[in-house]
């Protein structure tokens, strides 16, 4: 996962290197949606049928693979096919890994073991901005020496993963390594449809820190720092984790209430960040627009589980998913475009107060069908 988001500190250095426009540069970033999503469609289910151990392999074949295609670093169709070939690994991990370190954790820690995953999966993400940011800053050819080092760290985990134990006990005969399904069942999709916009707000904040907060830092707050810069998005990501495993044990419609709540102040702060170029001001929003990302993610989807039939659950997560991938790279890509149009400045603003109407939104009818589930019935 801290592959996924290493490049984020050098995109300008790719920019100034290769000369693309501000659009070009959120589309290579998107791309690793594409992959994300590629992974959890078509292989989602994989690692029930065949095991955790050889998808955790595949895993750690596209994510060393990645490294290599950005070890060359030619043209831009090169950073695509790293982005897209890094979103497929980190794809087979969301599933494959969490499903793993879920199982092979001890008794004493079973009810950890979620927490634990969620930590390492986010808080992975965060890290890569963070220590490519200061690879960027004060290390010798960093577009190489990163990638050199991350590629040398997942072979050694790839080794790792060939010594552990599988999971999986029962495993078929002949496996169905049919695409998972997409699908919303009728019964859930007033709460599904609210609680993916929130979730959408959310992750399209995360899409904005990590793909142009070095941007913001760089060239509307005036400072040039590409460590700085990372951290940004480490801070955000950071404070995702630490609300979630704060809230894991809280009620679900409370908490996603709350978390809209904080999505609106923390990008007004963001907002009022770009307009005045403060850094206080960015950094305050980033940990509570963090921290609402991660509790319109975390119960967002508690919300839609809790409803949803156990037989179409999987579907229905897919679809949850599908959402929230969309959510993290088209925006940007129409950020990038206006940014481009109307200067990085405006552009950000208007994000902000977007994501801020979707929060809102999601937040009033939410609180609608909240009352209304929980009136009681009608007696005859």
């Known amino acids: 996962m801290l592959g996924a988001t290493m490049p984020t500190p050098m995109y300008a250095l790719y920019q100034r290197e290769l000369g693309f426009s501000p659009v ?133 985990c790839g080794l790792l993963v060939l010594a552990a134990p599988e999971t999986v006990r029962d495993r078929p005969a002949h496996p169905s390594l049919r695409p998972q399904t997409v699908e919303v069942p009728p019964a859930v999709r007033a709460v599904f449809a609210l609680a993916a916009t929130a979730g959408f707000a959310g992750f399209a904040v995360l899409g904005l820190f990590t793909a142009l907060s070095p941007r913001i830092v760089s060239e509307i707050i005036g400072i040039p720092n590409h460590a700085v810069a990372g951290v940004m998005s480490f801070v955000l990501l950071g404070a995702s984790v630490v609300a979630q495993l704060l809230v894991r044990h809280a009620g679900t419609d409370r908490v996603l209430d709350a978390g809209c709540v904080l999505l609106v102040a923390g990008v007004g702060l963001v907002a009022l960040s770009v307009a005045r170029a403060s850094m206080t001001e960015l950094l305050a929003g980033a940990v509570i627009a963090g921290a609402g990302q991660g509790m319109t993610f975390s119960k967002g989807l508690a919300a839609v589980n ?19 991938y969309v959510a993290i790279s088209l925006p940007v890509v129409g950020l990038g475009a206006a940014s481009q149009a109307w200067g990085l400045r405006t552009a950000g603003i208007a994000f902000c107060g977007l994501v801020a109407l979707l929060a809102v939104i999601a937040l009033g009818a939410l609180l609608v069908l909240q009352r209304r589930e929980a009136r009681p019935p009608a007696t005859p």
């Open 306 to 324: 809790s409803r949803v039939d156990v037989a179409r659950r999987a579907g229905t997560t897919s679809s949850y998913f599908l959402v929230l």
């Open 24 to 156: 070009v540069q959120t589309v290579v970033f998107a791309v690793y949606a594409l992959g994300v999503l590629a992974a959890l469609l078509l292989a989602g289910r994989w690692s029930d049928q065949l095991g955790r151990r050889p998808m955790l392999l595949a895993g750690v074949a596209f994510s060393l693979v990645s490294s290599l295609v950005f070890l060359l670093a030619g043209p831009v169709w090169v950073l695509l096919v790293g982005r897209l070939l890094s979103g497929v690994s980190a794809g087979i991990f969301a599933g494959a890994a969490t499903a793993a370190v879920i199982e092979a954790a001890p008794e004493s820690w079973r009810d950890r073991g979620p927490a634990v995953a969620t930590a390492a999966n986010i808080g992975g993400l965060g890290l890569g901005t963070a220590l490519a940011g200061v690879a960027v800053e004060y290390l010798p050819a960093p577009l190489h020496l990163s990638f050199a080092v991350h590629a040398v760290v997942v072979a050694l």
